[in-house]
T-cell receptor, first 114, second 117 residues
């Protein structure tokens, strides 16, 4: 398997613009997680899905953030409008509900909002 | 709630030195414990894990033992290399009594390790 695939790897956008981050989880995994990494707050869980259904979005910072998972092989995290404080590395991870499971992470998207 | 606390960093060592990065946790139920490593510019990779008390996880010369009595999972390596320079994250996920979980992770703040030749 190719692992968790995220795109783009880097994104630079102007404040106020819409940003869409994409993730393809590992085939057969039934959980998908979006994390954000910043120097100040470390790794934070934003939202996670089970079988394409959002389970907990309590980590989403504001209404400007939204996430979807239209099918088992694709998820998006959208920020609209973007702000400079959204600058961070966003990671997608997937896992399978089973004994001794582990989460597999993508390479991340480094977002810079200027 | 569940939480993970790592020793303050950064940690700077000379090659072949002994490494310890402390990690303690607070959790209800049956946590599984992990160490993830993040090399510069890359995503997180699982380094090792332990799913029940007294288990020892090991990989690439790194070891950590799940100590329920002290709620700790300290990372150790006997002789570090320059290539071990990275950020190390301790994390936990909650499992049921049979060890089944779905992988939602709670992370520590991360420890930056720099190894000089």
């Amino acid at each position: 398997d190719a692992g968790v695939i995220q795109s783009p790897r880097h994104e630079v956008t102007e404040m106020g613009q819409e940003v869409t981050l994409r993730c393809k989880p590992i085939s057969g995994h039934d959980y998908l997680f979006w994390y954000r990494q910043t120097m100040m707050r470390g790794l934070e869980l934003l939202i996670y899905f089970n079988n394409n259904v959002p389970i907990d979005d309590s980590g989403m910072p504001e209404d400007r953030f939204s996430a979807k998972m239209p099918n088992a092989s694709f998820s998006t995290l959208k920020i609209q409008p973007s702000e400079p404080r959204d600058s961070a590395v966003y990671f997608c991870a997937s896992s399978k509900h089973r004994r001794n499971t582990e989460a597999f992470f993508g390479q991340g998207t480094r977002l810079t909002v200027v | 709630g569940n939480s993970v606390t790592q020793m303050e960093g950064p940690v700077t060592l000379s090659e072949e030195a002994f490494l310890t990065i402390n990690c303690t946790y607070t959790a209800t139920g049956y946590p599984s414990l992990f160490w993830y490593v993040q090399y510069p510019g890359e995503g997180l990779q699982l380094l090792l894990k332990a799913t029940k008390a007294d288990d020892k996880g090991s990989n690439k010369g790194f070891e950590a033992t799940y100590r329920k009595e002290t709620t700790s999972f300290h990372l150790e390596k006997g002789s570090v290399q320059v290539s071990d320079s990275a950020v190390y994250f301790c994390a936990l996920t909650l499992a049921n009594a049979g060890g089944t979980s779905y992988g939602k992770l709670t992370f520590g703040q991360g420890t930056i390790l720099t190894v000089h030749p």
